[in-house]
């Protein structure tokens, strides 16, 4: 199993170093197919979510997920027959409500002991744990590769279209709720390519008499940022902002109207900068994309004590989730002192 477990640590590996994720994959399938012949369900989902790497999927983020959420729930239909597992309604259910992972492990007490185990293999970096340490759960030595090698096909699907579009995907929904609001100005700080912002300025221009603005920043230009694919972005005209100084953002508000702070998946680490912007931003509405809470996948303890400490949440809006991850929007209003 060595060669196995270091293919899949070359996997995860290949987004930090530039490695050929496609060729490794295709690697890690045929390591799979001779443990497996007789799992072939298993490699058919691998193959279909890998071909994110060599067709054209366009340009419109929802209508590419809304294309591949069929083999996500298959692959959530193929596990729990794996695990022999029969409340998936529970499971689904945890996966579209709740918070973050941290929140499915202190509520899923009502699910059986399977689906709560089902739930831990679900996490995004579970394949990376040693094949020694899957058999401490999972007796079949056949059965631990399928899963990993399943489980690494999708993490690396939703970080090739994440690096490609954002790391959230938007909804009509949900934009038409952000536009429809009294801000004046959203301020997209951490943009990456720009793409909610791309989306949010659609919106806009579809919505007659809105005179909303957006205003992307990033601390470094697109096709630059090792957090995206390193191609253009969405937007043209992308801020770059000293991620301790964002005064200059904030020189946009407009008198008499709101000005709104968007962050889309503030890292777990190094997020000082999101801190400072929470502590100096001028405007009174806050809207946080992604995971949500201490415990989360995003923020550090200290980014979510500032914004509770600042911040009240006034709506929650769902968005599409990629399985393992914990995507919601939450809008915040600043506390009265």
């Known amino acids: 199993m060595e060669a196995f477990d270091n293919t899949v640590i070359s996997v995860y590996g290949s987004f930090l170093d530039g490695g050929d994720t496609a060729a490794l994959l295709e690697r890690l399938r045929t390591l799979t197919s001779s443990s497996i012949s007789c799992l072939t369900k298993i490699l058919d989902l691998s193959i ?73 293999v679900l996490d995004p970096f579970s394949p990376l744990q040693a094949h020694s340490t899957w058999k401490q759960q999972i007796a079949d030595d056949n059965q631990i590769v399928a899963v990993r090698c399943l489980l690494c096909h999708l993490y690396c699907h939703r970080e090739y279209l994440v690096r490609k579009f954002a790391y959230s995907v938007p909804t009509t929904d949900v934009l038409s709720f952000l536009v429809n609001q009294n801000y004046g100005v959203i301020v997209s700080l951490g943009c990456g390519k720009a793409y909610w912002s791309h989306c949010l300025r659609q919106t806009i221009s579809s919505a007659c008499g809105n005179r ?28 770059t902002v000293d991620p ?18 968007l962050l889309c998946w503030v890292p777990k680490v190094k997020c000082e900068g999101f801190i400072e912007a929470l502590l100096t931003f001028p405007g009174t509405c806050l809207i946080l994309v992604g995971e949500i809470g201490v415990g989360s996948a995003s923020g550090s303890n200290l980014f979510w004590k500032t914004v509770t400490e600042h911040f009240d949440e006034t709506n929650k809006l769902m968005l599409p989730r990629y399985l393992g991850w914990y995507d919601s929007v939450v809008v915040y209003k600043r506390k009265k002192y």
């Open 48 to 120: 279909a979510l890998s071909t994110v790497y060599t067709s054209d999927q366009g340009q419109d983020y929802n209508t590419v997920f809304t294309k591949f959420a069929i083999h996500y729930a298959a692959i959530i239909t193929l596990l729990c027959n794996i695990f022999t597992i029969e409340d998936t309604k529970g499971i689904l259910l945890q996966l579209q409500f709740a918070n973050n992972k941290h929140q499915n492990q202190e509520k899923n007490t009502l699910l059986s002991e399977p689906a709560q185990f089902l739930l831990e």
């Open 212 to 239: 909303l603005k957006v205003i992307p920043a990033d601390i470094i230009v697109s096709n630059a940022n090792p957090a995206t694919d390193c191609c253009d972005g969405f937007c043209d005209s992308i801020v």
């Open 244 to 261: 301790n100084d964002c005064s200059v953002l904030w020189e946009e508000k407009i008198e008499g109207m709101d000005l709104a702070l």
